[in-house]
């Protein structure tokens, strides 16, 4: 006869909750743009799309010049080629952050209030053009700067002025917390987030950001429990965390050994709790308009997509509109070289026949094979 264990119940219930694992019901972006406050208008949009296709007429004209500047086949790139212009036309910025950090700087209070203010009548008249990304939302400054009442002043008129000018909260709203290096803040930003709930009659949901080694050490299963699901996504900063670890400036790299570590320490923590991972950038842009300089640029680019695409981060950060061609190109490219590989090993399980090629596939693997599958179904345009 059987008999249920003391405490399984709520053992099992609580795992539930805090590892709910992924429904697949939101598609992740598969990058974040950053754009200072003071640059932000509702011309971005059409100036990074621009820039973007104005690059690639230029110096990747063709699917042999893709093939040759990223590396991978001519079929491969025959297939790419279209949908990189194609993206670029209809979409080339699916995450867009509005910075009062980094980018920005410390500015006066009234010029940082009147920034928001040009940020809402921007998104706003977005809003209504129908123009706004799937996601998008500002990064306020950090407590962990000593000036906490700057970060929540600037969210609090940025979400109570779109309120009053939209009319509602646009959906893809998400916040950026960044430099957390005390857990507490998290728990003190969460109260900041519940406070403007009650207010504006919202639910708001925020990403922190782990630029620091500190952070690493509060990382776990419960956090976002802990935060009353307000925690949606965590994204890796390479430049804070390389200096804060006493790298050399030639070592702050996106595929260091050390941001590898980092990375999977984010993963380890939040697997199975549907916090999305998030990785940084290149801090560079072509160094001319001269073919060879944006070649360059996109080869190097390109490696720190593929380095990131390999270890499980499927978004990163992009910083000038160079970037959008190589994220789009290497992202398809990685897709679409094993998509049919992957399909016919899933039909095979299904069929419970062989694979083909040796390939004795196993429960976990054939998850693992559905999940890229429908990755790249959301990916690709």
């Known amino acids: 006869m059987r008999s249920v264990p003391e405490g399984f119940d709520e053992a099992y219930r609580i795992q539930q909750a805090r590892y709910p694992s992924s429904t697949g019901e939101e598609r992740q972006p598969v990058h974040t743009v950053y754009v200072p406050a003071d640059r932000f208008s509702i011309r971005t949009l059409s100036e990074w799309r621009d820039h973007a296709l104005s690059l690639v007429k230029a110096h990747l004209p063709d699917p042999a010049a893709l093939a040759e500047v990223f590396g991978v086949s001519g079929g491969l790139a025959a297939a790419v080629h279209p949908k990189v212009i194609q993206k670029l036309t209809s979409e080339p910025i699916e995450d867009l952050r509005i910075d009062f950090e980094d980018g920005y700087g410390v500015r006066p209070d009234l010029v940082e209030d009147d920034h928001v203010a040009q940020a809402v009548e921007a998104v706003a008249t977005m809003h209504t053009a129908g123009t706004l990304p ?10 962990a700067d000593g000036d906490p009442a700057r970060s929540v002043r600037t969210l609090d008129l940025f979400l109570s002025g779109l309120m009053e000018r939209a009319g509602e909260l646009p959906p893809g709203f998400t916040v950026t917390f960044p430099k957390v290096l005390m857990e507490a803040y998290l728990g003190q930003f969460t109260e900041v987030l519940a406070r403007l709930e009650d207010e504006l009659e919202v639910r708001l949901r925020f990403e922190m950001q782990v630029e620091a080694p500190q952070t690493l050490h509060f990382l776990r299963g419960d956090l976002a429990e802990s935060l009353g ?86 978004q990163g950060w992009d910083m000038h509109p ?24 899933v039909r095979a399980w299904e069929e419970q026949r062989e694979a083909g090629g040796g390939l004795m596939d196993e429960p976990a693997t054939i998850r693992t094979l559905a999940a890229a599958l429908r990755r790249a179904d959301a990916a690709l345009p």
């Open 229 to 314: 699901g307000r925690l949606a996504a965590a994204h890796f900063g390479v430049f804070d965390y390389t200096a804060a670890i006493g790298l050399p400036p030639h070592e702050q790299r996106l595929d260091h050994p050390a941001c590898d570590h980092a990375r999977h320490v984010m993963q380890t923590a939040f697997a199975g709790t549907r916090v999305e991972l998030s990785d940084g950038s290149l801090a560079a842009s072509p160094a001319s308009g001269l073919t060879r300089d944006v070649h360059a640029l996109w080869r190097r680019h390109a490696e720190l997509v593929r380095h990131s695409l390999g270890h499980g981060f499927y």
């Open 322 to 345: 160079s970037h959008l061609v190589s994220r789009f190109a290497t992202v398809y490219a990685f897709h679409l070289e094993r998509y049919d590989a992957y399909q016919e090993r």
């Open 134 to 143: 799937r996601r998008w939302g500002p990064r306020v400054k950090s407590f």
